[in-house]
């Protein structure tokens, strides 16, 4: 190998040591579609990256019979097929797994479950958890892992990976920040990436005329980043509260930064969780990796 790709590789061990020490199981829900896989990648290659244990999921679940036939019975012959279907389903995705994770140490789980609900009782196991941002097409709360239900309750950090499967670098870092518990909950568990990155930008975007919270707004959580070895710098922006994603996002561009960081805000509706405002436009901007946390 070329010792100029190996002194690269060598430092970027040594550069996230940090991470590498916090982060020791990566946990990640696996299905057996193809539109899955750039999860799964993001995953084996951050378990390789942090030398993690990754700990595959796989879960899915018949959806609740609405329907009964004249005498009264549910319609039996629909549910050993769907059962049969979902049998096959969490073999291709242990298949899928085993394919992609040689040489790495893993753990696997699959049970008949709903996704984001087995993999939230799981993550007391789990240091971190990759999902996909955003509504899988095609998925189901049955079949898919709905993000915003893993960040808001699984208590484990949640990196969301880019729908491409790219390759998490966490050199240059964007740090959102509000004074809010989410935020600084957000700020705490990414802290072993901001101890890993060469630049962190902390980013407070405030409406015209909004003055900064008690607790002193990014310039203090900047200061306050510098005690545990991150080099940090403020950045107060102001614009329209739906406008956040934005200026995120072009905070991102000018510094390279391939890992955003954020609270995330949301509630129940009829048993749905689900993001509003920035939290789902952050969502929906899935061309870099988001950490969020509740």
Request: glycine content about 10%; overall charge neutral.
């Given at each position: 190998?070329?010792?100029?790709?190996?002194?690269?590789?060598?430092?970027?061990?040594?550069?996230?040591?940090?991470a590498r020490a916090a982060f020791r199981t990566v946990m990640v829900h696996v299905g057996p579609e193809v539109r899955d896989l750039p999860r799964l990648d993001s995953a084996v290659d951050l378990a390789r990256l942090l030398d993690a244990t990754l700990h595959g999921v796989a879960a899915e679940m018949a959806p609740p019979v609405s329907f009964v036939d004249p005498v009264g019975g549910t319609d039996s012959f629909w549910l050993v097929e769907c059962k049969a279907r979902i049998q096959a389903d969490l073999r291709q995705a242990e298949a899928l797994f085993r394919a992609r994770t040689a040489a790495l140490r893993t753990q696997w789980t699959a049970l008949e479950a709903a996704p984001a609900t087995l993999v939230a009782d799981l993550s007391c196991t789990a240091d971190l958890i990759v999902a996909s941002a955003g509504a899988q097409s095609g998925a189901s709360r049955y079949s898919g892992c709905d993000p915003a239900s893993l960040v808001l309750l699984s208590g484990r950090p949640v990196l969301l990976a880019p729908s491409n499967g790219r390759k998490l670098s966490a050199e240059a870092v964007i740090v959102a920040w509000k004074d809010t518990r989410e935020?600084?909950?957000?700020?705490?568990?990414?802290?072993?990436?901001?101890?890993?990155?060469r630049e962190v930008v902390v980013v407070e975007v405030a409406e015209h005329g909004q003055p900064g919270g008690l607790g002193g707004g990014a310039q203090a959580v900047a200061s306050g980043l510098a005690r545990h070895g991150v080099s940090a710098r403020a950045k107060r922006v102001a614009g329209a509260t739906e406008d956040v994603a934005g200026q995120l996002e072009a905070a991102a561009q000018a510094v390279g930064a391939d890992l955003i960081v954020a609270g995330g805000y949301g509630r129940s509706r009829v048993g749905e969780w689900m993001f509003g405002g920035a939290s789902r436009d952050l969502l929906q901007t899935n061309d870099r990796f988001l950490l969020m946390s509740h």
């Amino acid at each position: 190998m070329n010792a100029t790709v190996v002194d690269r590789a060598d430092s970027g061990i040594a550069r996230l040591a940090p991470a590498r020490a916090a982060f020791r199981t990566v946990m990640v829900h696996v299905g057996p579609e193809v539109r899955d896989l750039p999860r799964l990648d993001s995953a084996v290659d951050l378990a390789r990256l942090l030398d993690a244990t990754l700990h595959g999921v796989a879960a899915e679940m018949a959806p609740p019979v609405s329907f009964v036939d004249p005498v009264g019975g549910t319609d039996s012959f629909w549910l050993v097929e769907c059962k049969a279907r979902i049998q096959a389903d969490l073999r291709q995705a242990e298949a899928l797994f085993r394919a992609r994770t040689a040489a790495l140490r893993t753990q696997w789980t699959a049970l008949e479950a709903a996704p984001a609900t087995l993999v939230a009782d799981l993550s007391c196991t789990a240091d971190l958890i990759v999902a996909s941002a955003g509504a899988q097409s095609g998925a189901s709360r049955y079949s898919g892992c709905d993000p915003a239900s893993l960040v808001l309750l699984s208590g484990r950090p949640v990196l969301l990976a880019p729908s491409n499967g790219r390759k998490l670098s966490a050199e240059a870092v964007i740090v959102a920040w509000k004074d809010t518990r989410e935020a600084r909950r957000a700020l705490a568990d990414a802290l072993p990436f901001l101890r890993s990155a060469r630049e962190v930008v902390v980013v407070e975007v405030a409406e015209h005329g909004q003055p900064g919270g008690l607790g002193g707004g990014a310039q203090a959580v900047a200061s306050g980043l510098a005690r545990h070895g991150v080099s940090a710098r403020a950045k107060r922006v102001a614009g329209a509260t739906e406008d956040v994603a934005g200026q995120l996002e072009a905070a991102a561009q000018a510094v390279g930064a391939d890992l955003i960081v954020a609270g995330g805000y949301g509630r129940s509706r009829v048993g749905e969780w689900m993001f509003g405002g920035a939290s789902r436009d952050l969502l929906q901007t899935n061309d870099r990796f988001l950490l969020m946390s509740h």
